[in-house]
T-cell receptor, first 113, second 108 residues
């Protein structure tokens, strides 16, 4: 197990297009988190899963954003009808026990042109 | 609501100087506090957590509940400590809340 993997590393898309990102967590971790980070800011929470259940979704997340974790393993984050304001680094993290901290992936950098 | 404040954006010191990166938090319950570090072109990684009371790479952090602070300290900075540092908090909901981060620059 090489840690948390995210794909793709970079994505450039035209405004209005849909994009989907994938995250593969550490296999024994039951919790998976999505964060967004923009320049000069710390990571902002988007949503998290415990196994396949989506337990919390940030109010920052518009209806254009949806996340799934169908079998409690990998997760996908989809953004529909992208806007320039969606340009950011999208980070995925996983944990077994949040008190021990999370393990982060390298992120997917989205640029909407 | 849980909130983490890192009041400074940049700290620049010379090699061998002491370092203190400030972090204050707001949380009504008993929080778990962490410091994360991001070196240039690397992923965000856990540096230390308050429950383990450990020292990692010479860094320590003490949770002060009275002052609601969790400052990160190192007595003698090294050039390889140059990085972005984030303070973070989690509570009963297991969600990590991050501060805005501080850039530490250690000059030779």
């Amino acid at each position: 197990d090489t840690g948390v993997s995210q794909d793709p590393r970079h994505k450039i898309t035209k405004r209005g297009q849909n994009v989907t990102f994938r995250c593969d967590p550490i296999s024994e971790h039951n919790r998976l988190y999505w964060y967004r980070q923009t320049l000069g800011q710390g990571p902002e929470f988007l949503t998290y899963f415990q196994n396949e259940a989506q337990l919390e979704k940030s109010r920052l997340l518009s209806d254009r954003f949806s996340a799934e974790r169908p079998k409690g393993s990998f997760s996908t984050l989809e953004i529909q009808r992208t806007e320039q304001g969606d340009s950011a680094m999208y980070l995925c993290a996983s944990s077994f026990d949040s008190r021990r901290g999370y393990t982060f992936g390298s992120g997917t950098r989205l640029t909407v042109v | 609501a849980q909130r983490v404040t890192q009041p400074e954006k940049l700290l620049s010191v010379f090699k061998g100087a002491p370092v203190e990166l400030k972090c204050n938090y707001s949380y009504s319950g008993s929080p778990e506090l962490f410091w994360y570090v991001q070196y240039s072109r690397q992923r965000l990684q856990l540096l230390l957590r308050h429950i383990s009371r450990e020292s990692i790479k010479g860094f320590t952090a003490d949770l002060n509940k009275g002052e609601t602070s969790f400052h990160l300290k190192k007595p003698f900075a090294q050039e390889e400590d140059s990085a972005m540092y984030y303070c973070a908090l989690t509570g009963a909901n297991s969600k990590l809340t991050f501060g805005k981060g501080i850039t530490l620059s250690v000059r030779p």
